[in-house]
């Protein structure tokens, strides 16, 4: 399958390129994905460099972020079927035509939703949603001033 793969830990992204890489097999408690979008957040960038908390080993395939559709399930995994339309975040390796993920972070794409928009979904619009509900305890009625909204933690 094809994937974005780090290969080398670079400040300006010369390490990072496209490969031809195995398919994953899904262990206990993990299903595969079909990824039908993965969005790019600051965390990617930060692990292509090696300046993010999370440090996999190399060679690896970033992405935070994705939608997609199940594809296979591992043994005990529950609530879930093949073909079934999913959004969520992992650490990495979201970049590719599929991939592993824990069962347990999966959450039911919104029908609503575009591929694209889903995948994108939960670092901006959670980050945002924290930051104005549970922080500043915006309530309705009240006015908010956004000065920037081109950034990509929401």
Not at 9 to 31: C, K, M, Q, T
Not at 42 to 64: E, M, S
Not at 97 to 114: D, F, G, H, T, W
Not at 119 to 127: E, N, Q
Request: aromatic content about 6%; overall charge negative; proline content about 7%.
């Amino acid at each position: 399958m094809r994937a974005l793969q780090v290969s080398e830990l670079l400040a300006d992204h010369r390490g990072v390129g496209l490969a031809d890489v195995p398919v994953p097999i899904p262990g206990p408690g993990e299903v595969r994905l079909r990824v039908r979008a993965a969005a790019v957040n600051f965390p990617d960038l930060l692990i292509t460099r090696g300046a993010y908390q999370l440090k996999p080993d190399l060679p690896f395939v970033p992405g935070l972020e994705f939608a997609g559709e199940i594809d296979a399930l591992g043994e005990g995994v529950t609530g879930w079927r093949v073909g079934d339309a999913v959004v969520g975040g992992n650490h990495h390796g979201a970049m590719a035509e599929y991939c592993v993920v824990r069962a347990a972070i999966l959450r039911p794409k919104p029908a609503s939703l575009s591929w694209e928009e889903a995948a994108a979904y939960s670092v901006g619009y959670l980050t945002a949603h924290v930051a104005l509900v549970r922080c500043a305890r915006i309530q309705p009625g009240e006015w908010l001033l956004v000065h920037g909204a081109a950034g990509g933690g929401g």
